[in-house]
């Protein structure tokens, strides 16, 4: 029987095999799904942006309010190792104008078997199709293809995923195991969610195209980015970085304008013709693309009128939307196993041996390379944090 067993075969949890079979520990990994990583392969179909070249103080503001809890780890395994960890792995980095950085091959799968195969030749044994079922006594579960098994390793990380794309593994039902043991977990919500909007038939030759030269705002945080227009309502970065308040109910303006000053907007207002039809003036003057001009319409509904209102609605267009879009739509899922149910080297509290790693811990951040980073930091801390316990039992 392996010593340690890690549970979810995704970035996270991979990682944490690698840290363990490096410190001489006999490892085997069980995955659920019938092949490892779905979700980070499907993150590979965008492009795979794995990490954030930026200073640390920004990449840790990232997180938000779990930046101070996670700034340990993401110290031990910043953008920098990110980039050497993939460079090690065969894979040549580009970092673009913004900061991101992307493997040249734009795709996780030549990463992915190059660390497969790395993993292998360190020993780690992987079984897929073993979907852990919780605890029987100290044994964990697991139903496979060859009916129940129990294992009892020394140590176990769990590396299972957040709650979001179900279909590629990450489904949450770990969480009421957890629950059962007493592990206190915050509930989870959609991160890097889009938007719903019942739009009219007016938007419709809208649908697939992109809002670019945008400024979003929700309360105090403000986006740059963009979003397309899609049948169902609103996606993209410009919008998923804003999540949190959009969640807490905070209402969501857009600035079509943003690159002009509201004096200069109304100086050019004035000089609108009578005759001419505000349409008509957006698309000549102004020169708004057609996507602007039409959201324009859907959301003032014709009830800006006269030049004021008008320049108050290019400028702080009121974005009405249904809600967020369903949660397993979602990049990544906030909530998960919570700091206070974790030591400092990520074991949970209530169960001696048993650690957690990945998006399935607390905290959350926008898209940028974030999530795969804390992803693989967290894994990295929890391997070590494994490996360091089991060390300590053996000597003591
Ligand atoms: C479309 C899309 C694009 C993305 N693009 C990016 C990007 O470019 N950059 C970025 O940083 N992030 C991106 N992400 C997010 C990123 O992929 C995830 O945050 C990351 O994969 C989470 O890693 P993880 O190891 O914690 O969990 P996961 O990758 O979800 O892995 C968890 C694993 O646990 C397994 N598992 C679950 N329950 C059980 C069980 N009971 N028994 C056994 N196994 C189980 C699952 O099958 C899964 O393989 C993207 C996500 C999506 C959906």
């Keep these: 029987m392996a010593q340690a067993m890690v549970i979810g075969a995704g970035p996270a949890g991979l ?12 490892v085997l990994v069980a995955e659920a799904k019938p092949s490892v990583a779905r979700k980070f392969l499907m993150a590979g179909k965008s492009g795979l942006n794995l990490t954030k070249n930026e200073p640390f103080d920004q990449l840790t503001g990232a997180y938000g309010d779990a930046g ?13 190792a990110v ?21 040249k091959a734009m795709k996780a799968s030549p990463l992915l078997r190059a660390w497969l195969a790395r993993l292998e030749q360190a020993g780690v044994e992987i079984r897929t199709r073993w979907r852990w079922q919780g605890w029987r006594d100290a044994a964990l579960m697991f139903e496979t293809p060859n009916g129940e098994q129990l294992c009892t390793p020394d140590v176990t990380v769990l590396a299972l995923g957040g709650a979001s794309w179900a279909r590629l593994g990450s489904d949450g039902a770990w969480a009421s195991r957890l629950a059962d043991k007493d592990v206190a977990l915050a509930p989870f919500a959609p991160a890097n969610a889009a938007l719903s909007v019942d739009w009219s038939h007016h938007m419709q030759p809208h ?10 705002t929700v309360g105090e945080l403000t986006s740059r980015g963009e ?38 907007l109304q100086t050019r207002l004035a000089g609108k013709k009578a005759k ?31 030049q004021a209102q008008w320049a108050d609605a290019l400028k702080h267009l009121p974005v009405r939307y249904s809600d967020l879009r369903p949660m397993d739509e979602a990049i990544s899922t906030a909530g998960g196993v919570r700091r206070t149910a974790v030591d400092d080297g990520l074991m949970l509290n209530a169960l001696p041996g048993v650690f957690c790693a990945g998006e399935m811990l607390d ?34």
């Design 15 to 26: 990682m944490a095999a690698e840290q363990l079979a490096a410190a001489g520990h006999q």
């Design 68 to 80: 101070d809890w996670l700034r340990p780890m993401l110290r031990d395994f910043d953008a920098r």
């Design 83 to 103: 980039m050497g960890w993939a460079g090690d792995l065969g894979q040549e980095m580009f970092t673009g104008s913004t900061g991101r950085v992307f493997p």
């Design 207 to 216: 649908f697939g195209t992109a809002l670019k030269s945008v400024r979003w």
């Design 227 to 264: 979003a397309t227009i899609s049948a169902k309502g609103l996606e993209g970065g410009g919008l998923y970085s804003l999540t949190p308040a959009i969640r807490a109910g905070t209402p969501l303006y857009l600035d079509l304008v943003p690159d002009m000053t509201a004096e200069a």
């Design 276 to 306: 001419a039809t505000l349409s008509h003036w957006l698309k000549n003057s102004l020169r708004l693309s057609p996507q602007k001009i039409a959201l324009f319409h859907e959301m003032t509904k014709g009830a800006a009128s006269g």
């Design 363 to 396: 905290w959350e951040a926008p898209t940028g390379g974030y999530l795969l980073t804390a992803c693989l930091a967290t894994g990295r801390w929890a391997g070590k944090s494994a490996a360091a316990w089991m060390e300590g039992r053996a000597s003591a």
